[in-house]
């Protein structure tokens, strides 16, 4: 299976800080990932797929880049409602997995 | 709008099997590029993938719980449904069912529309 590593596991910032999450694969996986928010005791949301690609209805303030093994997730400004869990997860593979999560907390 | 939405039992106990249904609202569960799949979230913890379907009958389930999931379709309903054998207590987890998005036979999908979760608890 490809691993997906994420870092850091936790992240404080305050509102209006840009914020950068990175994942990591244990092999090439092209731009197939997808990033997405969690919050508690709500489903994940999608926010980004194919590396960069913004998801209909998301904000602009996320991006996405990367390709291969690494990628990142940025929040150009950091807004109230950005404070979550956000996961990678690569679908290259057969098997498809997920990161171990950031947790993006207040400052 | 799609819309999902888990259903079973929320005890099970040990040795026995979960069941559970995803009932999907707002668009055919046979239409589009789109597989149907089943992901847990055992408290305070990551996404683990159980398994994923197609309602062409084909099926893909995580090598670690293979031996125990089985996922099927009623298309009539517009359901699918996950059955997971042998129950312990490390079974305990929010269940959620998903839709997948494939963007090329070369890749899987991605999930752009999940269910809210159902919590089953594992135990006696």
């Known amino acids: 299976d490809i691993q997906m590593t994420q870092s850091p596991s936790t992240l404080s910032a305050s509102v209006g800080d840009r914020v950068t999450i990175t994942c990591r694969a244990s092999?090439?996986?092209?731009?197939?990932l997808a990033w997405y928010q969690q919050k508690p005791g709500k489903a994940p949301k999608i926010l980004i797929y194919?590396?960069?690609s913004l998801e209909s209805g998301v904000p602009s303030r996320f991006s996405g880049s990367g390709s291969g093994t690494e990628f990142t997730l940025t929040i150009s400004s950091l807004q109230p409602d950005d404070f979550a869990t956000y996961y990678c997860?690569?679908?290259?593979?057969?098997?498809?997995?997920f990161g171990g999560g950031t947790k993006v907390e207040i400052k | 709008q799609v819309q999902l939405q888990e259903s079973g039992p929320g005890l099970v106990k040990p040795s026995q099997t979960l069941s559970l249904t995803c009932t999907v609202s707002g668009g055919s569960i046979t239409s589009g590029s789109y597989s149907w799949s089943w992901i847990r979230q055992p408290a305070g913890k990551g996404l683990e993938l159980i398994g994923r379907m197609y309602t062409s009958g084909s099926t893909n389930y995580n090598p670690s719980l293979k031996s125990r999931v089985t996922m099927s379709v009623d298309t009539s309903k517009n359901q699918f449904s996950l059955k997971l054998s042998s129950v312990t207590a490390a079974d305990t987890a929010v269940y959620y069912c998903?839709?997948?998005?494939?963007?090329?036979?070369?890749?899987?999908?991605?999930?752009?529309?999940w269910g809210p979760g159902t919590l089953v608890i594992v135990s006696s």
């Open positions: 092999q090439s996986i092209s731009s197939w």
């Open positions: 194919k590396a960069s």
């Open positions: 997860q690569q679908y290259n593979s057969y098997s498809l997995t």
């Open positions: 998903a839709r997948g998005r494939i963007y090329t036979a070369a890749a899987g999908p991605a999930f752009d529309y």
